[in-house]
């Protein structure tokens, strides 16, 4: 069998080794190479490996890069070009293999590339080690015609011992984009082939350090630290800010401050022979499970955590420091401080940075065997003995090269690869090779190679249950984590239970472990919701050690259409089946890594500060520090008093330093309570924020990490669901309506008198309202597959085409009522409603609307599977004229907000151009939804304003093209203005949900189909 479909891992390399910042010469390989693609395994033949071999006729590639995303030859021939949006190029699959489930074996179709780099070295540069830190899937290896070896694990170092010669070299490389390795790559991401990460020349003189492990635990008890560097050659420690200067193997133990993700203290010293220098960063801690609740330094710790793949829109895998880096400002910034590194070792500068700046890392092995769900995991390498070598090799490779960041506090085994006796062997392994983090792996259900209990995207009810260690017992692994249904009752403990079976013991040893959220709020297109209800769950629990949202970056790729636009690529722009469609565009941050309206819910849920603000009696602020050890002496707290949305003042509070997980009770200042007027109209807010005081590493002063408002004048913090009360006073001297011809007039407003729609407000000319039900779905609302598809529900049930029918329009009492029906055609469900127009009572230059909806018949997708309808939204849609150009609203903002994602937005006074409201998700749906909206202005050049106030509330929406627009549309470019714009004046709309992998929406956030009334007054001017 041919190197590339061995279950070996590899020939020839060296032993792998830890990842090391050293001071011997190492001459970087980075640039331009000689490439070209070849259709077979057998790539362009023997002929290359030459020295005399003349490859200018070859195409110039980048290096580190994946050939499918650069400038090159495609195999059919003809110019060099680039390959994206072709079979040849990126493929992205989330489940299924992109290659027949056939293992070990691969096609004979198999795009192979050859890579030939000329370089020179210098005379005296001695003995040499070539590293290849990522090589995407397989490759052989040859120094001057002589092969050095081969090898697999896309997402992993490998390292040759490399006979150069002084002067003139020739490195030639043979890159297979399938291999047996891609039976153990299938992580939901893009295939990507290529030599995607440096390639290094690193000299080895006397005396060199090839390993070394830093073994650095932390006493909370007493302050101490314990240090013992161990190194594969005799070598000296030294750490000169604690006084240390000792032999390697040695132990010091000495007063330090520990390092955790909050204060990432590390000591910097070197590892030295007479030969290299290697640089050392030393964080102290320790990490322990204690009576099943998961603890470093003695403190619980409580993940608040994002899964991050290494993607960048034009340059894939390959990712430079400073988009590293910009990753982790980000991060910190929306109070992120884990992350799991799905699903593979990323570049071990991103694992540098993470022990800087501070984040707690799940470090997860590059292992996902998740296609061979479609073989009823027959076959599956985990269980097969064959395949033990190649799984136990990328663990050991994980390890090695990451063993001695301080950042890393759990290993995981892999992901979504079923169960196998394997994972046995690798956490017996581990054990002995590094006790000092605990381990993880998700999938099997016994949970016996875990120390901890784990599952992916639950609702929120069964959350609950595991928080208090009542969820049931037994169940079964689905798609995407465990079922408590009771299908699978516990094995007796009598019984021998084979992998995937769960023993009473292990039933009652899950129990008691910990439990990781490891993914959970699917961030696909407009979402997650319930990121809130998720953490006052988490913080309720001391079981639940965090969790970790699917996931950190849309995977989606630069690409220019025939017009020369950009747009971004997604799976489904690529002709080739099996393809995993839009699932890749799952991001907090879109593909450019601009922020979404997630990453802001996200940041409120993660705030390491909690402020409650007690409005009653005398009142008072209660502040909570929530980090898991720094105290708040870097915080300034800032309060500020706003009317009707206007800051009137503001002012610091005086808090002293808070321990970490220590609270502390303030009163409220006493200028706030002189200053707070229940009789404005418009609510009195008082603001409190924890900002930082002064620049910190990832964060400029004023950086805000927390805040918590009150409206004072009602007594009621957010997130509060008011009463809607109905003012239906008529004034005494009302108008009567008055009829000319076609048209009816009441007050300052015009109407048909056959349809009941108001045309001219003042002189603001605009057509509506029709009553509202719809809306483009997003994402979540087409669940997955089949699970929780609403959209196609609506779809079948004609929610997209209902049709409206006006009953009557009444005039009496100085008021208009319009009577009418709206259902879609073929179905006998229908909503009833009836909007009345009255002048308003206390201003005879505004309208009043009074809206009621009542819903008949079965409200079932009759005749398919009798699902109950969820009705997206009960609202107003009115048409206004093109030349409204800017929105000023009192409400939440200054983003989208919806039912179930609005805590991360502040009620205030906002103002944004009706474009710069747009979301824009790289597939159009619904976007910029604004709830609990008191008063809302539309204006714009040449047309009188229009003016909404909420009686009390109501949510709005302006666009340029309806919902049904957003609906048909492909890519954002596909939307074009409308000449109009439409308002949505709604009572609700439903929440956004995580049901695109996740549960399905809470009931709570859907919106009622029973009787619904608002109201709101318009006025133009």
């Not at 000296?236 to 193997?249: F, K, N, Q, S």
């Not at 260690?469 to 009752?489: C, I, N, T, W, Y």
């Not at 747009?567 to 941050?589: A, K």
Request: proline content about 7%.
């Amino acid at each position: 069998m041919t190197y590339w479909e061995s279950t070996e891992p590899g020939a020839g390399r060296r032993s792998p080794r830890a990842d090391a910042v050293t001071d011997a010469r190492v001459l970087d390989l980075s640039g331009t190479w000689r490439f070209r693609l070849a259709p077979t395994a057998a790539g362009t033949g023997e002929a290359f490996l030459g020295a005399d071999f003349d490859a200018s006729g070859w195409d110039e590639i980048r290096v580190p890069s994946h050939w499918v995303l650069e400038e090159i030859t495609p195999l059919a021939g003809g110019p060099a070009r680039s390959l994206l949006g072709t079979a040849e190029g990126p493929l992205y699959t989330n489940t299924a293999y992109p290659i027949p489930l056939d293992p070990p074996r691969v096609s004979t179709e198999n795009p192979t590339g050859d890579y030939r780099l000329v370089f020179d070295v210098p005379a005296d540069f001695g003995a040499a080690v070539l590293r290849f830190q990522g090589v995407d899937s397989c490759a052989k290896v040859w120094l001057n015609g002589r092969e050095l070896g081969w090898s697999s694990g896309s997402r992993l170092p490998f390292e040759f011992d490399a006979p150069v010669e002084a002067g003139r070299n020739v490195l030639a490389v043979r890159v297979h984009r399938w291999s047996s390795g891609t039976y153990l790559e299938d992580q939901d991401m893009w295939w990507l082939p290529g030599i995607f990460r440096e390639v290094e020349l690193i000299a080895r003189p006397e005396g060199a350090i090839d390993d070394h492990t830093v073994h650095a635990d932390y006493d909370a008890a007493t302050g101490l630290g314990t240090l013992r560097v161990e190194a594969s050659t005799a070598a000296t420690v030294e750490i000169p800010e604690l006084g240390i200067r000792m032999p390697a193997g040695e132990t010091a133990t000495v007063a330090v401050a520990p390092w955790s993700a909050d204060s990432p203290r590390l000591y910097r010293g070197t590892l030295s022979t007479a030969g290299e220098s290697v640089e050392l960063a030393i964080g102290f801690r320790t990490v322990a499970i204690v009576d099943g609740v998961f603890t470093v330094n003695g403190r619980a710790v409580v993940f608040r955590g994002v899964n991050r793949h290494e993607h960048h829109p034009r340059t894939g895998r390959t990712l430079d420091r400073e988009t590293m880096l910009s990753d982790i400002l980000m991060m910190k910034r929306a109070n992120v401080d884990a992350v799991r590194t799905s699903h593979y070792p990323p570049h071990p500068e991103f694992l540098r940075l993470c022990d800087e700046y501070g984040l707690w890392v799940v470090a997860e092995c590059d292992l996902e065997t998740h296609g061979f769900i479609y073989a009823g995991w027959e076959g599956n390498p985990p269980a097969e003995p064959v395949w033990r070598d190649a799984l136990m090799d990328r663990l050991r490779r994980t390890v090695e090269r990451d063993k001695n960041h301080p950042s890393i506090v759990v290993w995981s085994l892999a992901n979504e690869s079923w169960v196998g006796e394997t994972f046995g062997d690798m956490r017996r392994w581990l054990d002995e090779r590094d006790p000092s983090r605990t381990v993880l792996y998700e999938r099997d259900p016994s949970y016996r190679d875990s120390d901890f209990s784990s599952l992916m995207y639950p609702s929120l009810e069964l959350l609950e249950l595991i928080g208090r260690r009542e969820e049931p017992r037994g169940g079964r692994v689905g798609m995407h984590g465990l079922v408590f249904d009771g299908s699978a009752p516990p094995v007796p403990a009598s019984a021998r239970s084979a992998p995937g079976e769960v023993s009473e013991a292990d039933d009652e040893r899950r129990r008691g472990l910990p439990f990781l959220l490891v993914e959970y709020a699917h961030a696909q297109g407009n979402g997650p919701g319930s990121l809130s209800d998720y953490w006052r769950i988490i913080r309720a629990h001391e079981r639940l050690c965090g969790a970790f949202v699917w996931e950190w970056i849309d995977h989606g790729f630069t690409a220019v259409d025939d017009s020369g636009g950009e747009h971004i690529m997604h799976g489904d722009d690529v002709d080739y089946e099996p393809r995993g469609g839009r699932f890749g565009l799952h991001g907090l941050v879109f593909s450019d890594r601009t922020p979404t309206p997630g990453l802001v819910e996200l940041a409120k849920a993660h705030e390491p500060f909690l402020i409650t603000i007690d409005v009653d009696g005398v009142g008072g602020v209660e502040i909570a520090n929530d980090r898991h050890s720094a105290d708040t002496a870097d915080i300034r707290w800032r309060w500020s008093l706003s009317e009707a949305g206007v800051e009137v003042a503001a002012g610091d509070l005086d808090v002293l330093p808070l321990a970490a997980g220590m609270r502390a009770q303030l009163p409220l200042p006493a200028r706030v309570r002189a200053l707070a007027r229940a009789d404005v109209g418009d609510p009195s807010v008082l603001t409190i924020e924890a900002v930082l005081a002064d620049d910190a590493r990832w964060a400029p002063a004023g950086h805000v990490l927390a805040w918590s408002q009150a409206e004072l004048a009602s007594a009621a913090s957010w997130p509060h669901v008011p009463a809607v009360t109905l003012d239906r006073r008529v004034a005494a001297s009302a108008p009567s309506v008055a009829t000319a011809g076609s048209i009816l007039h009441l007050g300052p407003g015009e109407f048909d008198a056959g349809t009941g729609r108001i045309r001219r407000l003042g002189a603001l000319v605009l057509d509506g309202p029709s009553l509202d039900l719809h809306r483009a779905p997003t994402e979540n609302d087409h669940g997955q597959g089949e699970t929780n598809n609403i959209a196609a529900v609506w779809v079948k049930t004609g929610m997209d085409r209902m049709l409206h029918r006006v009953d009557a329009v009444e005039v009496a009492d100085a008021m208009i009522s319009v009577r009418g029906r709206t259902a879609p055609a073929a179905h006998p469900h229908a909503a009833r409603w009836s909007m009345t127009w009255r002048v308003d009572a206390d201003d005879a230059r505004a309208l009043v609307l009074d809206v009621v909806v009542d819903f008949e018949g079965p409200w079932v997708d009759t005749p398919y599977q009798h699902r109950d309808i969820w009705v997206p939204r009960v609202g107003l849609l009115f048409a206004l004229p093109g030349a409204a150009a800017e929105v000023e609203w009192l409400g939440r903002g200054p983003g989208e907000t919806y039912r179930d994602s609005f805590e991360g937005s502040r009620f205030g006074r906002w103002r944004s151009s009706i474009d710069a409201m747009q979301t824009p998700y790289p597939v159009p749906q619904e976007n910029g939804n604004h709830v609990q909206t008191r008063r809302l202005r539309v204006s714009g050049d040449g047309i009188p304003d229009l003016r909404v106030d909420g009686m009390p509330e109501f949510d709005f929406t302006a666009r340029r093209w309806t919902s049904l627009d957003l609906q048909r549309a492909q890519k954002p470019h596909e939307l074009r203005d409308s000449g109009r714009v439409w308002l949505n004046l709604d009572a609700g709309q439903q929440g956004i949900g995580s049901a695109s992998v996740g549960p399905a929406l809470p009931e709570r956030y859907r919106m009622p189909r029973e009787r619904t009334t608002w109201s709101l007054r318009l006025s133009a001017g």
